[in-house]
């Protein structure tokens, strides 16, 4: 597995029109099912009088926690076509929310379908798409006289540090893309016997 992941780092809004039903489409970035709960919560609230509020989720470096919903639509309609969208870009920690208001005339499923692909299309299209890494937390303990060796180490390899306590016994966790958290282990590791 890549230690990089592609996701979105800001909210991107698309639209889509057919036979006068409307699409409001909305991308987030979201790193677990609580967050988009709360968003999808807060989306049925705030369009109440839509017909549909469909989305779709990706979550997770690995890309192996997803999920999509067609709110009442006929199955695989809604929710497939917009996941879709998200998997053609490669991204996870992403939800894609599309309202849709019913114009009066029935689009078919393959209208459903180009619609709610299209719709979030735009909306994807219209977020930042970011690279981030995938990191591993490396937690190790010292004795105080190590310190300098212990930030010399930390100086190299340029982790981002998490927490760090010192007394007569010193700790500090340090955050590392996960291609280098082992060669990280093994440096502290070394100090401990020199």
């Not at 109440?48 to 067609?70: K, N, Q």
């Not at 709110?71 to 053609?88: F, Y």
């Not at 016994?169 to 958290?181: D, F, M, N």
Request: glycine share 6%; charged share 25%.
């Amino acid at each position: 597995m890549s230690d990089e992941f592609n996701t979105i780092a800001s909210v991107g809004e698309g639209y889509y029109t057919e036979k006068r039903s409307k699409f409001l489409a909305f991308a987030h970035h979201a790193e677990n099912v609580e967050q988009v709960r709360a968003l999808v919560a807060a989306y049925r609230k705030k369009y109440y009088d839509a017909r549909h509020v469909c989305y779709a989720y990706m979550i997770g470096p690995g890309r192996t926690e997803f999920r999509a919903v067609d709110d009442g639509e006929p199955s695989s309609t809604a929710g497939k076509p917009i996941l879709g969208q998200i998997n053609s870009r490669e991204l996870t920690d992403v939800l894609v929310v599309v309202v849709r208001y019913y114009g009066g005339v029935n689009l078919g499923t393959g209208g459903l379908i180009v619609a709610y692909r299209e719709a979030a299309a735009d909306a994807l299209n219209h977020a930042q798409t970011v690279v981030r890494q995938v990191e591993e937390i490396v937690t190790y303990t010292f004795a105080y006289p190590m310190m300098n060796d212990v930030m010399r180490v930390v100086k190299e390899m340029n982790p981002r540090i998490v927490s760090q306590s010192y007394d007569n016994t010193c700790k500090i966790c340090l955050s590392i893309r996960c291609s280098e958290a082992e060669q990280l282990r093994q440096r502290l590791a070394k100090l401990s016997f020199e």
